[in-house]
Each structure stands twice: as C-alpha cells, then as structure tokens.
C-alpha cells in the first residue's frame, strides 16, 4: 500500500473514530518510516562535504572516489550510498563523463 493511501485511510478513521487501535499503528507505522527517511537525510547531509572537497577537475570512478575518502565518510556510509549522492543528490555540483566506466568531475 502506498505512503498516501495510508495516510488517507489515516484521515478516514479519525474522522469517523472506528478502529482507533488500527489508526493508531498505522501511525506509528508512518512515523517509523519518517524517522528513517530523515537519519538517511542527514547522513548524505553530513557526507556532502566530504565528497564534494575529494573531487576536482580531475576525473575519477565512483571506485576510486569512495577509496580515497572512505575514512572520512560517516560510518555505514557505502560505496552505494556515494554513488547514490553524486549520482541523485548533487547533479547540480557534479559532471558525469559517460564512458564504458563513468567518471566524475566538480564543475567549474
């Protein structure tokens, strides 16, 4: 079931007042949800920096990137999760060079 169907069914129940156990797990259930949405948020957060100081105008993979940096990165913190960064989060700092293995560069 989807995050905004729940949250509709939510709204149902409280407004009619049926299922009040039901509503409330349903709430927490989101809730939980919310609190990890927000603990990966602030773990890219606190990321950001570290990655964005290792690039240059030098090209590097993802591979060699996480390398270099990997003591710095905040524990749990992956190669997935620095690809998932440059790749999703910081496209508006960050160059992607295709090739047969991509590469990334800081803009300018």
């Given at each position: 079931?989807?995050?905004?169907?729940?949250?509709?069914?939510?709204?149902?129940?409280?407004?009619?007042?049926?299922?009040?156990?039901?509503?409330?797990?349903?709430?927490?259930?989101?809730?939980?949800?919310?609190?990890?949405?927000?603990a990966?948020?602030?773990?890219?957060?606190?990321?950001?920096?570290?990655?964005?100081?290792?690039?240059?105008?030098?090209?590097?993979?993802?591979?060699?990137?996480?390398?270099?940096?990997?003591?710095?990165?905040?524990?749990?913190?992956?190669?997935?999760?620095?690809?998932?960064?440059?790749?999703r989060?910081?496209?508006?700092?960050?160059?992607?060079?295709?090739?047969?293995?991509?590469t990334?560069?800081?803009?300018?």
């Amino acid at each position: 079931m989807k995050k905004v169907s729940l949250q509709s069914l939510v709204s149902y129940l409280t407004e009619t007042g049926a299922l009040p156990e039901v509503c409330a797990e349903i709430e927490a259930e989101l809730a939980k949800g919310e609190a990890k949405a927000q603990a990966n948020r602030d773990l890219y957060a606190e990321a950001t920096p570290i990655v964005l100081g290792a690039l240059s105008d030098t090209p590097v993979t993802i591979g060699e990137l996480y390398d270099e940096i990997a003591n710095e990165l905040p524990e749990g913190f992956t190669k997935g999760k620095v690809q998932y960064l440059i790749t999703r989060v910081l496209t508006d700092k960050v160059t992607k060079i295709e090739g047969k293995v991509n590469t990334y560069t800081l803009k300018a």
